[in-house]
């Protein structure tokens, strides 16, 4: 049974700084590439950051975070992480994270929701102003 169980959500004032961590019980996480994704109250999941299999050579942010967030991996961890700076009260949102078994070969895919296998549970992030 694969899971991704998120932490490191919470509650924050503006401009400060969360950093999220899934830790994912997959035996071929370096293969994976890694999203997060986040849903706040009355919206639709929307994608946040991916990064790419193995030594996560690639990365992509969505325009509202970048600059922002920073995604990485430790694959001796099975971890993914999202550094979150400089936050907002409209990065609030449960924030979930997300894998796909691809070994590199569907990069192309990384902002599409169904494009990954397995997700998380989520973590709350709420920013205050």
């Known amino acids: 049974q694969v899971q991704l169980v998120e932490s490191g959500g919470g509650l924050v004032q503006a401009g400060g700084s969360l950093r999220l961590s899934c830790a994912a019980s997959?035996?071929?996480?370096?293969?994976?590439?890694m999203g997060w994704f986040r849903q706040a109250p009355g919206k639709e999941r929307e994608f946040v950051a991916a990064i790419s299999w193995r030594s996560g050579d690639n990365t992509d942010y969505a325009d509202s975070v970048k600059g922002r967030f920073t995604i990485s991996r430790d694959n001796t961890k099975n971890t993914v992480y999202l550094q979150m700076n400089s936050l907002k009260p409209e990065d609030t949102a449960v924030y979930y994270c997300?894998?796909?078994?691809?070994?590199?070969?569907?990069?192309?895919?990384?902002?599409?929701?169904?494009?990954?296998?397995?997700w998380g549970q989520g973590t709350q992030v709420t920013i205050s102003s």
């Open positions: 997959l035996r071929t996480f370096s293969a994976c590439r």
């Open positions: 997300a894998a796909r078994q691809d070994y590199g070969t569907k990069w192309y895919e990384r902002r599409t929701i169904y494009s990954y296998d397995y």
